[in-house]
């Protein structure tokens, strides 16, 4: 599972890198961020784990 899960992230990042350069974005890092910003969603599988249990955690005490 762990060997699927990296091979997604190079996979999303080599995509990242060919649309930066087709559309003329100077700063990859600036598209990502603003993704990650806009869609809560995070191109970290960990840092996406850890923020949708935060999520749950908010949700079970509201």
């Known amino acids: 599972m762990n060997r699927v899960i990296i091979t997604f992230k190079k996979?999303?990042?080599k995509?990242?890198?060919w649309i930066s350069k087709?559309?003329?974005i100077p700063e990859e890092d600036?598209?990502?961020r603003?993704?990650?910003k806009e869609t809560h969603t995070f191109m970290d599988a960990e840092e996406q784990i850890r923020y949708e249990?935060?999520?749950e955690?908010?949700?079970i005490t509201l």
Request: aromatic share 14%; hydrophobic share 45%; charged share 45%.
């Open 11 to 13: 996979t999303i990042k």
């Open 15 to 17: 995509f990242i890198h």
């Open 22 to 24: 087709r559309f003329a």
């Open 30 to 32: 600036n598209l990502i």
């Open 34 to 36: 603003d993704f990650e």
């Open 53 to 55: 249990k935060e999520k």
């Open 57 to 59: 955690d908010v949700e």
